[in-house]
């Protein structure tokens, strides 16, 4: 029985009501459950998970994360958007926080990378379309570049809607 998607992440943190609140305001998660002190779940805008954010606090002692840099463990999470005007939202606000440690155009994808407050990396992207999967996009597909959004919303618009995924056009569903 295969797995078909990813339903949701647990971080562990120092501060819950910091997570909380960071997650709330730059992508707009809302709390569904949890305290928000000892522990809090959200759910991501237009999402049908119960949740898509667990978070649970460890104390202001705890220590950074280590995982690929001299332990094993998850690299990020990606969320995506819909749009690329969303994407470029993001990206402004998260160098309004200094949080912004990457933005990367690989061909059918466009990233963005930042930290939490706890240093751990997330991934924001938006998907090409799969009508939109040109030469272009798939010759970017081989190496990965700085990502410059405004370069994107000129060629593929503003307001198109990404794919899903795999680059599955929004509202079909693959089989």
């Known amino acids: 029985m295969p797995v078909h998607r990813l339903n949701?992440?647990?971080?562990?943190?120092?501060?819950?009501?910091?997570?909380k609140l960071f997650?709330?305001?730059v992508f707009g998660f809302r709390q569904v459950m949890g305290d928000g002190v000892r522990a809090s779940f959200l759910?991501?805008?237009g999402s049908n998970n119960d949740h898509d954010l667990g978070i649970f606090g460890l104390g202001a002692t705890a220590?950074?994360?280590?995982?690929?840099?001299?332990t094993v463990g998850m690299y990020h999470v990606a969320w995506e958007v819909n749009t690329l005007r969303?994407?470029?939202e993001i990206h402004d606000d998260l160098i309004r926080r200094g949080c912004l440690v990457g933005a990367s155009?690989?061909?059918t994808t466009k990233a963005l990378y930042g930290l939490d407050?706890?240093?751990?990396e997330f991934e924001v992207s938006w998907i090409v379309p799969a009508a939109r999967i040109d030469d272009r996009a798939l010759s970017e597909r081989l190496t990965t570049t700085r990502l410059d959004i405004a370069r994107e919303m000129q060629y593929y618009g503003a307001e198109t809607l990404g794919g899903l995924g795999v680059s599955?056009?929004?509202g079909v569903l693959a089989e």
């Open 8 to 19: 949701h992440v647990v971080l562990y943190v120092r501060e819950v009501a910091r997570t």
């Open 23 to 25: 997650y709330e305001e």
């Open 43 to 45: 759910q991501a805008p």
């Open 63 to 70: 220590g950074d994360s280590t995982a690929g840099r001299s």
């Open 86 to 88: 969303e994407l470029s």
């Open 105 to 107: 155009n690989h061909g």
């Open 117 to 120: 407050p706890d240093g751990l």
């Open 168 to 170: 599955i056009p929004l």
